[in-house]
Structure formats: structure tokens, C-alpha cells
């Protein structure tokens, strides 16, 4: 392993890569520190105690940190990632996205542009709620965090968060162009564990004062290691389907008569039906807030607890169902067969065009049923290992949940591409057998 990981930096291109990518994310994490102007960043940190189990919280995991501290990159790449989804979400829906799909390279520079332009108005949108509405609102020992709540407090903020956001947009864009691994995925797994650090910090501190024994702690090492193993498995497994190609005469030429597969992959969605689910599942103790002291309200923030078996079945049952949404969203059968069909393609044993697609079809909700369970399962696994082990909820998100899967993917996904650098050059890459399957990206 550690003459592998010496040829890395044997290769100049690599190795300026790498560096350039370290250089990069090393700048995203200083400006997750840079407060806006007019914040109390004490009394900021004290009031925000009381959300780091809620939405904002969850929220406040993917962008490092950075909201709790009002930093410059307070709203994180999550404004483009929203603006990311919804494009692709109308490219299925509007003619005129569907369109631009089918214009290739010209097509994709437009479509990434208006992504860009949604990234504005989303981060704007965003930004406005935070500055306006929610730091204003919150308070430490009835000291107010926003030192000065004017226009002009307004406006600095706005200003601030956007153009943060825009600019990891532009780092993230960077590191993919010029770095190692998708830059945006890269931006959100740092930020994720640059938690990690603390999270043992405070895990010694317990061992040291006695809360927590030494047993309990490589017991959930153990529970870590193989977790992470189920998590690998579930991202690079696939059902592959066999094609093959019929031969054709061009001229002299021969074309195809060449045997391959279409990999359905078991978890196909991603991380997306995790992430669609959780702000449903916000939504029950969001509305209890508005409700005051009732009876419902404390019955409905009982049942929607992170702690309640309900939680768990409904979020399970969520994720299921978005699973599925997500996977016919983003894997369209008939227009995989009807590419087929017309290179010449078919599967052995089934009629090219409806039976194909039909067949595709099958197969994919096969797959997508033991995926969609697994997904649940490590969704819901943290909840469960809070109350089975008495941790706090910023160790349990690294065993599961969106953060793990996301800290799995892009890990995956960039040893692919510095596999394949290696490989091209005639280096052994990690793998002494088989190759790195890439990942579907965030």
C-alpha cells in the first residue's frame, strides 16, 4: 500500500491534482470560520444548541459547521445542489429541458447556466430567510445574537452568504476541472468530517471521566467497521444484464458483434430519497413550534422524536417510496431500450423495443427493492444506536444516514479516478484485482 500510495506523487499531472484539490478544500474550511459582519458569535453558538438534532441542525452537518457560525459560507453548496435537482427533475417533466438533454455538449453548457442563475435566486431566497427572519429571532440569556437587526445588516448578509455560495460553486467546478474527484462532492464530504475530530475529542473526554467504558467504545468501532462494509457493499453492488451487439458491414468494416451488460445498480437513487425524506419528517415538530402548549403539539412532537419507534417506521417506509421516485426518475427503461434497438443491441432471450423495456423494467424493481431496504436500514440505524447505546446524535450520524453515505460515495468515486490516473500510466492501482466502480454523483 505505501509504495502505491508513493506512485502517486511519482506522476507530476497526479500530484498537482492532488495538491491543487488539499489547497482547495483547505480554503473552503477557512471560510466556513469568517463570520458576516454584526453577529454575537458566542451567543450565537449557545442559542444554536437547541437546534442540532432539528432540520437546521442536519443542515448545519452538511455545511461543516459553518451556519452555527453565521460564516460567509453559512448556506454551504446546498443552494446549487437544490438548483442541480430540481433541473434534472424538470428535464423529465418540460419539453424544453428535455430538449436541451438531447443537443449534447451545447445542450449541457446551457442547462448548466440556468443551474448557475437557480443557484442565485435559491441562495438569495435562502440567505434572506437566515439574515432577516431566523437570526433576528434567536437569543442567548435575552441578549439578541444579531448585534445591530437594521437594513443594512440585511443587506451585508445577503451579499455575503450568495457570494459565498457562488464561490464554492466556482472552487467546487475548479477542483473537478483541474483537481481530483467531483468538486462539489468533495466540498460536502469535508464538511461533514471536519466534525469527525470533535466527535473523538469528546468521546475521550467521556472515557477519561468514567461515562463511558473501554469496552462500549470497541464495541462501536466494531459497529463502525462493519457498517461501513454494508455501506460499500450497498453503494458498488449491481445486477448486470447481459447484451449483446449484432454485427454489421460498413464498407470493409466490421461493427459490433461484441458482447456487454447494463449494470443495475442496487442502490441507484443515491443518497437523494435519505435527504427527500428527512425534510418530510421535519415537517410534523416543525409545525408543532406554531402550535404552542397543546396537547397535539406535545402528541405530535412525542410521535415525530428521533427516540420514537413511529419515526422510525414512517422515515423507513419514506425512504422506500422515494427509492422507487428517484430511481424512475433517473433510469428510464424505454429509453434505454430504444438506444438499444437502434445499435443494433438486444438482451438474449427477449424481443428488442416493448418486451425489452418491459423486461428492464422487471429487473430494475427487483434490484431496487433490496436496495431501497437497505437504505432504510442505514438511514434509521443511527436513531436505533442512540437509544441502544446511549451516544449523542453527532457521533450516531457517522454510523449511517446521508452523512455516511455521502463520506462512502465520494471516498469511492475519487479513488476510481486516481485508480484510473495509475492505471494509465502503468502503476499498480490500489485494487491488486478488479477495478473501482464509480458512483452515480451527489
Known amino acids: 500500500m505505501i509504495d502505491k500510495i508513493k506512485s502517486i506523487f511519482i506522476i507530476p499531472e497526479l500530484r498537482q491534482r492532488i495538491l491543487f484539490t488539499i489547497g482547495v478544500l483547505v480554503v473552503v474550511r477557512i471560510g466556513a470560520h469568517i463570520p458576516i459582519p454584526g453577529v454575537d458569535g458566542e451567543a450565537l453558538k449557545d442559542a444554536f444548541n437547541q437546534f442540532q438534532t432539528g432540520l437546521f441542525g442536519l443542515f448545519n452537518n452538511f455545511v461543516g459547521g459553518a451556519f452555527e457560525k453565521a460564516s460567509l459560507f453559512s448556506l454551504g453548496i446546498m443552494p446549487y445542489i437544490s438548483s442541480s435537482i430540481i433541473i434534472q427533475l424538470m428535464g423529465s417533466v418540460v419539453p424544453y429541458f428535455q430538449r436541451l438533454q438531447k443537443e449534447g455538449e451545447a445542450g449541457r453548457k446551457k442547462i448548466n447556466q440556468i443551474t448557475r442563475y437557480g443557484t442565485v435566486l435559491l441562495s438569495s431566497m435562502q440567505s434572506y430567510g437566515v439574515v432577516a427572519v431566523f437570526l433576528p429571532s434567536l437569543t442567548s440569556n435575552g441578549q439578541s445574537v444579531v448585534l445591530k437587526p437594521d437594513g443594512w445588516f440585511i443587506f451585508t448578509g445577503m451579499v455575503s452568504m450568495v457570494t ?254 486516481i485508480e484510473s490516473h495509475l492505471m494509465m500510466r502503468h502503476y499498480d492501482g490500489f485494487l491488486s484485482k478488479g477495478k473501482l466502480r464509480g458512483r452515480r454523483r451527489i
Request: aromatic share 12%; charged share 15%; with cysteine.
Open 164 to 417: 459565498g455560495t457562488l464561490f464554492l460553486m466556482w472552487l467546487g467546478e475548479r477542483i473537478t476541472e483541474r483537481g481530483i474527484g467531483n468538486g462539489i462532492s468533495l466540498i460536502i464530504m469535508v464538511g461533514i468530517i471536519a466534525a469527525f475530530p470533535n466527535v473523538i475529542v469528546n468521546e475521550i473526554t467521556l472515557v477519561r471521566e468514567g461515562v463511558r467504558n473501554l469496552l462500549s467504545e470497541f464495541i462501536l468501532i466494531g459497529v463502525m467497521f462493519l457498517i461501513i462494509c454494508f455501506v460499500v457493499l450497498l453503494t458498488q453492488g449491481t445486477r448486470k444484464i447481459p447484451v449483446q451487439y449484432a454485427k454489421r458491414v460498413v464498407g470493409r468494416k466490421v461493427y459490433g458483434g461484441q458482447n456487454t451488460h447494463i449494470p443495475m445498480r442496487v442502490n441507484t437513487a443515491g443518497v437523494m430519497p435519505i435527504i427527500f425524506a428527512q425534510s418530510i419528517m421535519f415537517i410534523p415538530s416543525t409545525v408543532s413550534t406554531f402550535l404552542g402548549d397543546s396537547d397535539f403539539a406535545r402528541v405530535l412532537m412525542d410521535w415525530f422524536s428521533f427516540e420514537h419507534p413511529f419515526y422510525w417506521l414512517i422515515f423507513g417506509l419514506m425512504i422506500i417510496f422515494f427509492t422507487y421516485f428517484y430511481t424512475a426518475i433517473a433510469f428510464d427503461p424505454v429509453q434505454v431500450s430504444s438506444t438499444m434497438k437502434q445499435q443494433g443491441g438486444f438482451i438474449p432471450g427477449v424481443r428488442p423495443g416493448k418486451k425489452t423495456s418491459e423486461y428492464i423494467d422487471n429487473i430494475l424493481t427487483r434490484v431496487t427493492l433490496p436496495g431501497s431496504i437497505s437504505l432504510a436500514f442505514v438511514a434509521i440505524f443511527p436513531y436505533i444506536l442512540m437509544k441502544l447505546m446511549d451516544i449523542n446524535y453527532d457521533l450516531a450520524s457517522f454510523f449511517g444516514g446521508t452523512s455516511l453515505l455521502i463520506i462512502v460515495g465520494v471516498a469511492l468515486d475519487t479513488l476510481q479516478q
